[in-house]
């Protein structure tokens, strides 16, 4: 899949998972957000599963920690040719070096090796 694709999925995602999960309704937001999926899995080919608010997505691993009071806002779950990734937001009151350094410590016990970081700008 083209990164340009990619980003189209995830936009499209992000727009109508905010935008039905906003409005209020729980019926309607849930339709709006499976015809959502639906629409980018008829357009793309990729598998889509929104986990929804406050849940993980089907097939979440079992072995990727959940920080500890965290609250799940949003997830979701592509799954293609290449493989299936899954994400999702996470909302704390904790102070992000807390959570970084828990992430760490976690994934470090697990065995797992951070290969990459991604730093953001404050504000």
């Not at 959570?99 to 404050?122: C, P």
Request: charged letters at 20%; proline letters at 4%.
């Amino acid at each position: 899949m083209h990164r340009a694709s990619s980003v189209r999925i995830a936009a499209a995602l992000a727009v109508a998972t905010f935008a039905f999960s906003a409005s209020g309704c729980d019926a309607v937001a849930d339709r709006a957000v499976q015809e959502a999926e639906q629409a980018v899995e008829d357009a793309t080919g990729v598998a889509v599963d929104t986990g929804g608010e406050n849940a993980l997505p089907e097939g979440w691993p079992q072995d990727v920690p959940i920080f500890p009071d965290a609250r799940i806002d949003t997830s979701a779950s592509l799954q293609s040719a290449e493989g299936t990734v899954h994400s999702a937001r996470l909302l704390t009151a904790e102070p992000f070096q807390d959570v970084v350094d828990w992430y760490d410590a976690e994934f470090e016990s697990k065995g797992w090796t951070i290969s990459q970081r991604l730093t953001t700008g404050t504000g």
